[in-house]
């Protein structure tokens, strides 16, 4: 980029001078030939004006089509660059919520409190959001052959890997804990609810109860997702 900006802002408009110089030049000599003085040869067609207008287009259209191109070069680096800084920014957001899910992960683990697993879960549904959009910002930067590209997919990949650890703590523990303290506190008795407990291939905990207890019903409200 400097190097062709020095070229055009320097080495351009000296060199168009010195065409209207060579066109000046070119008018007196015919005047001569006129007079009768023979000065070009009838051949060679370097010398007329037309010849070097024509060079002189070429070379103007180059530089136009170089500039271009760099002007392209340079608005992709910047959109990359952006998304790059937008990647960084969600990564350090995602870090500290996930830190925030953790401890509170050990809080409700003590509490059980309904409300309080459901806050928890919100906020795991939001990182898990965050993550996905990530993963395609990361694309982005590899399919634009962004150089840190590799660097930031590792550092999205870890973020994932502690969020499933995270996911796994809230849907096969918290989570069963409520179910277990709300069967508990509804009275149970052969006619009451059966809680019944299902692996998915995607560590999603199912849980099926009565329809007429609120708490299981929220319960499994977090447990679908």
């Not at 010849?51 to 002007?71: E, F, G, K, T, Y």
């Not at 960084?88 to 992960?105: G, M």
């Not at 399919?143 to 590799?150: K, L, P, S, V």
Request: glycine share 4%.
């Amino acid at each position: 980029q400097a190097d062709f900006n020095r070229f055009r802002v320097e080495e351009m408009p000296p060199k168009f001078e010195e065409k209207k110089r060579l066109m000046q030049l070119y008018d007196e000599l015919k005047e001569l030939e006129m007079g009768g003085v023979s000065v070009f040869n009838a051949q060679d067609t370097r010398s007329q004006p037309d010849h070097v207008n024509r060079q002189w287009d070429r070379l103007s259209l180059a530089a136009q089509q170089r500039d271009m191109a760099l002007q392209t070069e340079i608005s992709r680096h910047e959109r990359l660059q952006r998304l790059a800084e937008k990647v960084h920014k969600d990564c350090r957001s995602s870090e500290d919520h996930l830190e925030d899910i953790e401890r509170r992960l050990v809080e409700e683990r003590e509490r059980v409190d309904r409300r309080g697993v459901e806050a928890v879960a919100a906020a795991v549904r939001r990182v898990d959001d965050n993550i996905r959009n990530m993963f395609s910002d990361v694309q982005g930067l590899k399919d634009g052959r962004y150089h840190q590209a590799d660097h930031m997919h590792k550092r999205v990949y870890r973020l994932h890997e502690r969020w499933q650890a995270v996911h796994g703590r809230l849907h096969n523990d918290l989570l069963p804990r409520l179910a277990a303290r709300s069967g508990s506190g509804s009275g149970s008795s052969p006619s009451s609810p059966a809680l019944s407990l299902t692996r998915r291939t995607d560590m999603v905990t199912q849980v099926r109860l009565s329809q007429g207890n609120e708490a299981f019903r929220a319960i499994q409200s977090c447990l679908e997702w």
